[in-house]
């Protein structure tokens, strides 16, 4: 099977905060406004539906010198689907997104699939995962989750959704905090 990309070497004392889902009206603009007071980029994994839908939020994340990576244009469930259905939804995608990265909507990916999708993307998962969108997880225990395992190098998932919004809206600023207090620098992926 193809690499999947889980952290980042550990030099320059760099993390790499990433998004999931969006852009999402309101949520997508709080964040970037967030990430701007400490100077700090991020990785968008948008679904190109939603990109389609709201251009201007897509364009306001390039603009801010963030990243945006491909995580499909429907957020599909790629293992129960096929290989050449899979492949055209984020190829589709593709054409709105424009870009060489690539997450599969729930961490989850079959070997044909990672190994068609490497052809042409970098396949980027994380080390940390918050669990925002997780309605049984309290906000405190989503800052937990990413205070207590994040190190140089590692990739921290976060959601720009609705559904992510109540804990993700606690946990970012206070996690950004952290970073800045630990000489952590919130960079965007480059593969």
Same mark, same amino acid.
Not at 10 to 18: A, K, S
Not at 48 to 69: M, R, S, T, W
Not at 84 to 111: C, K, Q
Not at 176 to 188: M, T
């Given at each position: 099977?193809?690499? %999947?990309?889980?952290?980042?070497?550990?030099?320059?004392?760099?993390?790499?905060?990433?998004?999931?889902?969006?852009?999402?009206? +309101? /949520?997508?603009?709080? /964040? /970037?406004?967030?990430?701007?007071?400490?100077?700090?980029?991020a990785t968008f994994f948008c679904l190109g539906k939603n990109?389609?839908?709201?251009?201007?939020? *897509?364009?306001?994340?390039?603009?801010? +010198? *963030?990243?945006?990576? &491909?995580?499909?244009?429907? *957020? !599909?469930? +790629?293992?129960?689907?096929? %290989?050449?259905?899979?492949?055209?939804?984020?190829?589709?995608?593709?054409?709105? %997104?424009?870009?060489?990265?690539?997450?599969?909507?729930?961490?989850?990916?079959?070997?044909? !699939?990672?190994?068609? $999708?490497?052809?042409?993307?970098?396949?980027?998962?994380?080390?940390? $995962?918050?669990?925002?969108?997780? !309605?049984?997880?309290?906000?405190?225990?989503?800052?937990? &989750?990413?205070?207590?395992?994040?190190?140089?190098g590692s990739i921290v998932v976060f959601h720009d959704s609705?559904?992510?919004?109540?804990?993700?809206?606690?946990?970012?600023?206070?996690? $950004?905090?952290?970073?800045?207090?630990? +000489? $952590?620098?919130?960079?965007? %992926?480059? /593969?």
């Amino acid at each position: 099977m193809p690499s %999947l990309i889980w952290d980042m070497p550990e030099e320059d004392n760099c993390v790499y905060l990433t998004f999931d889902d969006g852009p999402t009206p +309101g /949520i997508t603009e709080w /964040i /970037i406004e967030e990430l701007a007071k400490y100077d700090a980029k991020a990785t968008f994994f948008c679904l190109g539906k939603n990109a389609e839908q709201y251009p201007d939020l *897509h364009k306001l994340i390039v603009d801010n +010198g *963030h990243k945006v990576g &491909n995580h499909t244009y429907s *957020h !599909q469930k +790629g293992w129960s689907m096929s %290989l050449e259905r899979y492949i055209e939804d984020v190829e589709f995608a593709n054409s709105i %997104l424009h870009t060489d990265l690539f997450r599969p909507p729930y961490g989850r990916i079959t070997p044909s !699939q990672a190994h068609r $999708l490497s052809e042409h993307y970098n396949l980027i998962m994380w080390d940390v $995962l918050s669990r925002d969108y997780s !309605q049984i997880v309290s906000p405190k225990t989503c800052l937990r &989750n990413v205070t207590k395992y994040v190190k140089s190098g590692s990739i921290v998932v976060f959601h720009d959704s609705y559904k992510s919004y109540r804990n993700m809206r606690y946990a970012l600023p206070r996690t $950004l905090k952290f970073l800045h207090e630990k +000489g $952590l620098k919130c960079q965007v %992926l480059e /593969i």
